[in-house]
């Protein structure tokens, strides 16, 4: 396979395995949101039950999926994914149990499938982190493709097999099938080298870990904008998601098999985008290859609106596919390459958070204003919102990050400590000091704030530039971190394009200004 093929990836042995379980994860994933949406139906006629399925999937990722990251950058990620596993599998056998023994109820199905669901909100960053990170960095683009076409095959494949299954077979099989699947995916986890951590510092808590991820997206230019347009992208899009059944009954005349041809055609634009991912890249710039997606997308929501021709909607299904997978493949590449590794699957837990709460909850809007002013008046809006979204991003940096960029620094920062310090110990203040002639004022300013965004997305607190009232020419840089542990772990965060930066502000540093670090004194006997 050469280098730039959208197939360069499977090359590499670890990732094509990788790509083959998450693929039966996610087969399985959907054989049981629609088996048991499908199940309900013969339990209950209760119509808040059989939607509540949905719910019992969806709503664990809003719950769950950014704790599941920042619990998988501290600990060894194998493990956590077969800890994960393990929670699917025992929701799935449980399910098959009370199937087995005619002792499924309603809730019981909604109970399980919850539990089936948080397994899989838990564990959906560390696969993506994992799959990607035997890969380098200028290989992630192919990789993200490549998912991308595992995740429409088996949104195609999964519900078909659940229902030959329930029509061929019976219902318990469903659940057998969704076991063994687990299984075999926790058996090929069981088989992998583990991760140790990149350092030897104690792990954050949970609650601290969620605050640096947030921390770190805030304040780096480009997370943030890749995080606003996916939001924006998706909130506009989930409109055509939400309302194809109804343009398939509607305004096309056709029942259940229209409207899955109409998502097969929408899937197969996303594969074509997905197998065509390094030339588009090669060809078009970043931005310009979002803005064709959604350009895309939004013709094809239009052709929806106005077009009652099975064949026109078809093809604009596939115009709609293909620009799905350029906008979303190209900011989730984004948003996996520039983030460092410390905090890399916090950073793509919260792209799913952003991805699957504009799709859940735009979509409900959008089916209300359909119900509202119509089906039609709702696609147009809707084109109208994806375009405006895109007037409203232009500006947005849009850049792929550099294994040599984020790769850890070594530490440079050996202070000899006078006396015993604590890990709790703290706060801690730095002062950093600066000498800079007139004439580079400027430079000086534009490299220092530049080194304050970083030191705060690292951790820092009240990160402030202070120029001295009685000699002008000098500076002086002062944050605060929370505890001595703190510090530490703000040193190791240092990557390869920190210290670059750092490196800019050398030149008006000096050795007489020592560089101060003052850790907070209690009174002693109060």
Not at 154 to 178: E, M
Not at 221 to 243: D, Y
């Amino acid at each position: 396979m050469s280098e730039g093929s959208a197939w360069a990836p499977f090359s590499n042995r670890a990732f094509r395995g990788l790509w083959l379980a998450g693929a039966v994860v996610n087969l399985a994933i959907w054989m049981q949101t629609v088996g048991a949406a499908w199940i309900m139906t013969t339990l209950t006629a209760s119509p808040t039950l059989v939607s509540l399925v949905q719910s019992a999937v969806t709503l664990p990722v809003f719950l769950f999926a950014l704790p599941g990251g920042v619990i998988a950058d501290l600990v060894d990620r194998r493990r956590w994914l077969i800890v994960t596993q393990c929670l699917m599998v025992f929701a799935a056998v449980m399910l098959g149990l009370l199937a087995g023994y005619a002792r499924l109820d309603a809730w019981g199905l909604l109970v399980f499938t919850f539990v089936l669901g948080t397994g899989s909100a838990l564990g959906m960053s560390a696969w993506m982190v994992t799959m990607i990170s035997v890969l380098s960095r200028d290989q992630v683009p192919a990789a993200v493709a490549l998912n991308g076409i595992a995740v429409n095959a088996t949104r195609a494949l999964g519900p078909a097999l659940a229902g030959a299954l329930i029509a061929y077979w019976n219902t318990t099989s469903v659940f057998v099938v969704i076991t063994l699947c687990m299984v075999a995916v926790m058996l090929f986890l069981l088989r992998l080298a583990p991760v140790p951590p990149a350092h030897s510092l104690p792990p954050e808590t949970l609650i601290g870990g969620m605050r640096s991820g947030l921390r770190y997206i805030r304040h780096s230019a480009v997370l943030s904008s890749a995080m606003q347009q996916v939001l924006v992208f998706t909130a506009g899009a989930s409109a055509l998601w939400a309302l194809m059944p109804l343009v398939a009954r509607q305004q096309l005349g056709m029942g259940a098999g229209g409207y899955g041809l109409l998502m097969a055609f929408l899937g197969a634009g996303a594969v074509l985008a997905a197998a065509n991912s390094p030339r588009l890249h090669r060809r078009l710039r970043l931005r310009r290859l979002i803005a064709c997606g959604t350009v895309a997308f939004a013709g094809a929501t239009l052709g929806a609106a106005l077009s009652s021709n099975r064949q026109v909607v078809c093809a604009m299904m596939l115009c709609a596919g293909f620009g799905w997978m350029a906008v979303n493949a190209t900011l989730s590449s984004v948003v996996q390459t520039y983030a460092a590794n410390w905090v890399r699957a916090r950073v793509a837990s919260m792209y799913v958070l952003t991805l699957m709460g504009a799709m859940a909850f735009a979509g409900a809007a959008w089916g209300a204003l359909a119900e509202y002013a119509g089906l039609q008046a709702s696609l147009l809006v809707a084109t109208l919102f994806l375009l405006a979204g895109l007037l409203l991003t232009r500006n947005s940096r849009v850049e792929l990050g550099h294994e040599a960029d984020f790769a850890q620094a070594p530490l440079t920062d050996n202070l000899p400590l006078q006396a015993p310090v604590e890990h709790a110990d703290g706060p801690v203040s730095i002062e950093v000091m600066y000498e800079v002639p007139v004439a580079q004022r400027d430079d000086f300013l534009r490299a220092v704030y530049a080194v304050g965004k970083t030191r705060r997305r690292n951790g820092a607190q009240n990160w402030c530039l202070y120029r001295d009232m009685a000699e002008p020419h000098r500076y002086s840089e002062r944050f605060i971190v929370e505890s001595w542990l703190d510090y530490l772990r703000h040193q190791v965060r240092l990557t390869q394009a920190d210290l670059s930066q750092e490196g800019l502000l050398q030149p008006f540093r000096r050795e007489h200004l020592q560089t101060r670090r003052l850790i907070h004194q209690p009174l002693l006997n109060p």
